[in-house]
């Protein structure tokens, strides 16, 4: 008893963080990442994207993120497998939740040496309840909200707005990025057909 209310006191202090000091938060992570203006639109303006842009071939940063329970999950957690990471906006938005739940769907006709992941700016309150919700369990659901070093190592954080862009990239078994999407239009759905072709084609025979 004792212990679960350590970590909910600790749960506790972290929200109570990010709720008093977003503005410093949100300078202090993004005023020097270099930005670039995307081929990707939200509602049809283009937008300006934070961080080094991802080159296919190339070694896959690597990256802290947190679970539900703030603990940090890094990509080098999964050295060694292949990794598809689904990118999404908001997870509770309904294109973030049916890209999600694509996803989730689809762990069951993959290798289990396969990892699929989602990442998002959202608390990891929020995303433990949608994940209860809609019966997300087959992949992991993460956050990017603590550090934004998913979103800055991978230039994949939009300006002005503390979100990701909507993406798939895909890292295969040496490390290396073996495939990116990303989605020309924030509203709309990857080319989930597209990505897991792409998937396929990295998977050890």
Excluded at 124 to 137: D, G
Excluded at 139 to 148: E, F, G
Aim: proline share 5%; glycine share 4%; net charge neutral.
């Amino acid at each position: 008893m004792f212990k679960k209310n350590l970590i909910n006191t600790k749960l506790l202090v972290a929200l109570c963080f990010f709720i008093s000091q977003p503005a410093a938060l949100a300078v202090d992570l993004t005023a020097k990442l270099p930005a670039r203006i995307s081929n990707v639109t939200a509602g049809g303006q283009q937008v300006v994207l934070l961080g080094d842009e991802l080159k296919t071939g190339q070694t896959a940063p690597d990256f802290r993120v947190v679970d539900n329970n703030f603990k940090a999950v890094s990509l080098a957690d999964y050295r060694g497998k292949p990794v598809l990471i689904s990118v999404v906006p908001s997870i509770d938005t309904g294109i973030c939740s049916l890209q999600t739940k694509r996803f989730n769907d689809e762990v069951a006709k993959l290798p289990d040496s396969v990892r699929l992941l989602t990442i998002s700016t959202d608390l990891p309150f929020a995303q433990k309840r949608f994940c209860q919700q809609e019966q997300v369990e087959s992949m992991a659901v993460l956050s990017d909200a603590v550090w934004r070093d998913f979103g800055s190592s991978y230039g994949l954080l939009i300006k002005d707005m503390g979100l990701l862009t909507r993406a798939i990239i895909i890292i295969d078994q040496q490390g290396k990025v073996a495939y990116q999407q990303l989605v020309p239009e924030l509203a709309q759905e990857p080319d989930y057909d597209a990505a897991l072709q792409a998937l396929r084609k990295v998977l050890p025979n």
